[in-house]
Nanobody
Framework: VQLVESGGGSVQAGVSLSLTCAASGDTYSRFWIGWFRQAPGKEREGVASIVTFGTTTYYADSVLGRFTISQDNAKNTLYLQMDSLKPEDTAMYYC???????????????????WGQGTQVTVSS
């Protein structure tokens, strides 16, 4: 599966930004798919994930209540709505997918084999 992210940018703290991940190359409806981010000097971390064949979602504690993951299966597209952005949200954001994720590991980057190229989000104070 091929994943292409878009929608990043440079914004002020407190505003909203929406990211998009377009998936192609395989049946979208058979995957776990999610958003991950990596800040300079830090490890890549899970932000949110969703199952394409249902509605189950997982969120990192740091974004719970501020970020919303959603999808449009008809368009094979994943979204991340980011509200109330903080400077600590600054990172490269990646979309990732895999067709089998062990329970409880849905926000662990090592469990995902398909990755996009990333889109940069920079939040200034």
């Amino acid at each position: 599966v091929q994943l292409v992210e878009s929608g990043g940018g440079s914004v002020q703290a407190g505003v909203s930004l929406s990211l998009t991940c377009a998936a192609s190359g395989d049946t979208y409806s058979r995957f776990w798919i999610g958003w991950f981010r990596q800040a300079p000097g830090k490890e890549r971390e899970g932000v949110a994930s969703i199952v394409t064949f249902g509605t189950t979602t997982y969120y990192a504690d740091s974004v719970l209540g501020r970020f919303t993951i959603s999808q449009d299966n008809a368009k094979n597209t994943l979204y991340l709505q980011m509200d109330s952005l903080k400077p600590e949200d600054t990172a490269m954001y990646y979309c990732a997918a895999d067709n089998s994720i062990p329970f409880g590991l849905h926000l662990r980057p090592s469990q995902y084999n398909y990755w996009g190229q990333g889109t940069q989000v920079t939040v200034s104070s």
